[in-house]
């Protein structure tokens, strides 16, 4: 009787997890990653963003705008909340999945 009242919520909860990582998956395809550098040359400041691609480590000149810097920063402060958040919605994932098995 008990397991007949949990299994619509639980289900629902699968449901709903499903959602969120589909969500934050397509979001981090969205946005930058990797780190912003900063060379300085004499007095100027120039901001490139640093990332991986394979084997290989690009890095792409952003400019001297600093609120384009600073746009991209946020961004990439976004991602990294986003991944954490995937690597939770997994890690409930995969207890939401115990519990079906166990009341299956």
């Known amino acids: ?11 629902r909860e699968l449901s709903r997890n499903i959602k969120m990582l589909y969500f934050y998956v397509n979001e981090i395809k969205a ?13 100027n400041s120039y901001y490139y963003l640093k990332y991986r691609r394979d084997t290989k480590v690009i890095t792409d000149y952003i400019g001297k705008d600093t609120l384009q ?27 939401i999945q115990r519990i079906i098995r166990a009341l299956s």
């Open 1 to 11: 009787m008990i397991i007949e009242l949990i299994k619509p919520t639980i289900d």
């Open 31 to 43: 946005l930058p990653k990797g780190n912003i550098s900063i060379k300085k040359v004499n007095s």
């Open 69 to 95: 810097v600073k746009s991209i920063e946020e961004q990439i402060k976004k991602r990294k909340h986003y991944q954490k958040m995937v690597s939770a919605l997994l890690k409930e994932q995969k207890e």
